[in-house]
């Protein structure tokens, strides 16, 4: 079975901090007011008893790019810059294929994904590619004094990330529209849980996938057109009645 | 200039094409991925579509500015000078008899009471010229559409405008690409055009093939 990595977040013994998000801006020098990561909150909810759903308190989680099974960024990217790669299950941007369309950015539902104001390209979590090479495990992991957030590959049974997954209840953090079966599990439970933000497809793709058959059908029908008259010219001997006209016959003369 | 713009429009469209990677938006799946095998990757790819686009375009420039007055400003000339009624009946006439033959032109002039003889043309046809001017302006577009995709890459920020410019640079080459495929045909394969094709590494066409396929020019021509 191919690899999976993927993150599992226990937001229970998350307390906030935001070191994750610093580290990883270190880490990856992401610029200034742009975030491959973050962590968000709940809302307290006054009306309610607290004594039934603790729900005065605040609750946070962690995130970051999901890395989802079916990453609706990587469906608008009109290259294939943006792509799942088998071999690890990990959504990632080749650098130098992307030109920062950024057709991607609102086709991401959490908002992980950013153009580069220097690089000019999209950047996003990449599970801290050049530490992985390393051996080492993502910034964000290491840095967390929690350890809220575990990283692995949940195809392998004995990662970290597997066995938790295995002996705990988890969910997804999904808008209920637009599921995109993420690969970040949350044990138990977590708040919030429904997404507020659907994945957006830009117009211009959206219209491309309309245009598209009818461009083709065009080139098509001037195809089957001209392959028409080809067979035609071959079949069929059609010659002007005025023979001084044609130079047809002018050239035989 | 035209074998340079024939070489440049073939190795565009199919390194284009292969940049088209992605489910919703390719018919031709396996293409992209044989072409990044080709050229090692799909950023090399890019990159060689880039150049021989910024070639193409760059060539036309220096075209347009050394031979402005020798062959632009007359080509233009030529593309729009259009004679709406005799062109017209060209098209009519000249289309039943591709199409249906000389027989059916006929009969069917007769019917609907108008002349079967096949009007004169000039240098062009008005079929050249129709397809010569969306090809032109086409060109214009998937230029200008194209450059906006590599500012994009050297800093221009405006997403929404680069993903308009890649849709308008398929639709674009879609369509001037559609016309080709006719451009192709009737220049090498159709009846009676062999003179025409040979014409186009010798740059002579015989007499009596200009004066049945191109009489208000060889009249032009005798004149001067």
Redesign the interface.
């Known amino acids: 079975m191919n690899k999976q990595l993927a993150m599992v977040i226990d937001s229970s013994v998350c307390i906030d901090c935001k070191a994750c998000t610093l580290a990883c801006k270190v880490e990856n020098n992401v610029p200034e007011g742009k975030w491959r990561n973050w962590v968000k909150r709940s809302e307290p909810d006054f009306n309610k008893p607290d004594w039934m759903v603790h729900s005065t308190s605040f609750h946070f989680q962690p995130g970051g790019c999901m890395h989802c099974e079916v990453p609706t960024c990587v469906q608008a990217c009109p290259t294939g810059a943006t792509y799942k790669d088998e071999k690890d299950g990990a959504v990632k941007v080749d650098p130098k294929l992307c030109i920062g369309c950024g057709s991607c950015i609102p086709a991401c539902p959490y908002g992980a994904r950013y153009r580069h104001p220097t690089r000019n390209i999209v950047d996003k979590c990449d599970y801290c590619e050049k530490r992985r090479a390393r051996g080492e495990l993502p910034a964000c992991v290491v840095t967390c004094p929690t350890k809220a957030r575990v990283f692995g590959d949940i195809n392998d049974p004995k990662s970290d990330a597997a066995l938790l997954l295995k002996k705990n209840q988890s969910v997804r953090v999904i808008n209920k529209e637009s599921d995109t079966k993420p690969n970040m599990y949350y044990l138990s439970a977590t708040a919030p849980l429904n997404w507020p933000v659907k994945a957006k497809m830009p117009d211009p793709i959206q219209l491309w996938k309309m245009a598209g058959p009818l461009i083709w059908g065009i080139v098509g029908l001037n195809a089957i057109g001209v392959l028409i008259m080809l067979g035609k010219q071959i079949l069929m001997n059609d010659k002007a009645p005025e023979t001084d006209e044609s130079h047809e016959e002018t050239r035989q003369s | 200039m035209h074998w340079f713009n024939a070489g440049c429009w073939i190795f565009l469209f199919l390194t284009g094409l292969g940049?088209?990677?992605?489910?919703?938006?390719q018919?031709f799946t396996s293409w992209?991925t044989i072409l990044r095998i080709v050229f090692g990757?799909?950023?090399n790819?890019?990159?060689a579509h880039e150049i021989v686009g910024i070639t193409w375009a760059g060539g036309f420039l220096l075209y347009g500015i050394i031979r402005l007055k020798s062959d632009v400003i007359p080509f233009f000339r030529e593309i729009f000078n259009v004679d709406i009624h005799r062109d017209f009946l060209w098209l009519i006439t000249k289309g039943i008899?591709?199409?249906l033959?000389?027989?059916a032109l006929?009969i069917i002039a007769e019917k609907f009471g108008f002349s079967p003889i096949i009007p004169d043309q000039g240098f062009y046809n008005i079929g050249q010229k129709i397809f010569a001017i969306p090809a032109v302006f086409g060109g214009i577009v998937i230029v200008v559409s194209g450059v906006t995709?590599?500012l994009?890459?050297?800093?221009m920020?405006s997403?929404?405008l680069?993903?308009?410019a890649?849709?308008i640079h398929?639709?674009t080459v879609?369509?001037v690409?559609?016309?080709l495929?006719?451009h192709v045909?009737m220049a090498s394969?159709?009846?009676?055009e062999q003179?025409a094709f040979i014409s186009m590494f010798t740059g002579s066409v015989p007499e009596?093939?200009a004066?049945?396929?191109h009489k208000l020019w060889l009249d032009e021509v005798k004149k001067s």
């Open positions: 940049l088209i990677q992605n489910d919703d938006l018919p992209p990757g799909g950023a790819l890019l990159l008899q591709m199409t033959g000389y027989r006929g995709m590599i994009s890459q050297v800093g920020a997403t929404e680069v993903q308009w890649i849709l398929f639709i879609g369509l690409f559609a016309g495929l006719i045909f394969i159709a009846a009676g003179p009596d093939y004066r049945h396929h």
